[in-house]
């Protein structure tokens, strides 16, 4: 489990024990927190919390949206598509998010329906939990009939930015006047707009690719031997030190979208850290001359220590360069992060050295120190100023669009 899956779990623990408060028995009434309290909850037409009266967010989105979420709250739930007390009882613990996108296997959309409910009955308080799921499993007809008036009932209770809101629920309007069987799959995460929903997006696409990379990682490792393993075991260790600094250090954190920010960089170099494995068990490192460690040591130092005396680094890399505008200044990056990397990042390349010498020994360590050595060359050229000599264009590819949509 990689550290950004860690943080998601520790957050939505913090989140969970923060909603949760002691409450009395009633004759009569379903002990609150019981099985049957939640379906009985779970039948509730509408949660006080988005009643346009109380709710800012819901306020500010335009008038034909709260007329439209107003008219849907009366549309009644199917009773078969609620959870039993038996079942209930089996998902007290579930998690909607994670049987809705199949993090470690296969999506489970009637189990996820039923947790949603659930977790629609206890207030919805994740941000992508609940309602929200629900949203997506009506409209795309996801173990369940597809009933879109359905899925904007869910959506407007799910909430948001206003202009989340307001884009959400065009959004279905658009996909009810599609016909035929072409409509594309809705994503709750396809209209956001705030930065904090950028980074629980993010995350949740990274979790999923976290899954995906594990699988990858076991392949790849299943014919390590008991030596090799405990080397690799180091070397992931030095991995996550390095990269977790990294993208605290030396990626620009300013700004509401930081925590996507975050994340995207740490799923990046581990996607890269996987296809260097590959490189190495296929051998296809580059040939490098025997002076290639002094070289490209030296090149190191020189970057190094041109970054640390530039007086601006670069805080975000542009969508395009270089950039059409003035350069982003006033970020988070700053030396004394920088030099705390490349600190972590001398152990990596050790690390590296260390297990390469042991998985693949007719390989001169020239080459794989060189190999390393370069890559750490590259990042640092990323931070130099724009449209200065040597500096390079590094924007990190967004998770969202190819992984929300699994």
Known sequence: MTITT??????????????????????GVPQKGSPAWFVARAARAWLPRYNPKTDWNFTHASKRVQQT?????ALPIPRADLPSIAHAARLMSCNSEALYYGFTGKPNYVRARKCAYLERAAGNRFPVAGSAILSMIYANGLGVKRNLPLATKF???????????????????????????TRPRF??????TSGYMD??????????????????????TSSYTPTQRAAFSTLQRAAA??????????????????????????EHSWDMFLRDLRILEAEKLPTEPHNATRQAGARLEAILHRVLAESSLRQRPPVRFPPPGIPVAGGTISRQGIR???????????????????????????????WITNQRIRNLRCLLPFRTQGA???????????????
């Not at 913090?14 to 949760?20: F, M, Q």
């Open 6 to 27: 860690q943080i998601r779990l520790a957050f939505t623990l913090i989140l969970s024990l923060a909603g949760t408060l002691p409450c009395a028995a009633t004759p």
């Open 340 to 370: 705390a990397d490349q600190h972590l990042w001398l152990f990596y390349r050790e690390a590296w050295l260390h297990f390469a010498a042991l998985r693949r020994p007719a390989l001169p360590g020239r080459t794989v120190e060189a």
């Open 241 to 266: 030190n390095y990269f977790n600094a990294h993208a605290r250090n030396e990626v620009d954190l300013s700004g509401t979208a930081r925590g996507a920010f975050w994340i995207e960089d740490i």
């Open 199 to 220: 980074g629980i997006c993010t995350g949740i696409a990274a979790t999923y690719r976290d899954a995906q990379r594990d699988k990858a990682f076991a392949h790849v």
């Open 392 to 406: 390079r264009s590094c924007t990190r590819p967004t998770l969202l669009p190819s992984n929300m949509r699994q």
């Open 69 to 73: 979420c107003l008219r849907s709250a």
């Open 155 to 181: 959506a407007c209770e799910a909430g948001g930015a206003p202009a989340e809101i307001n884009g959400r629920i065009g959004h279905l309007k658009d996909l009810a006047a599609m016909t035929g069987h």
């Open 187 to 192: 994503g709750f995460c396809d209209d956001i």
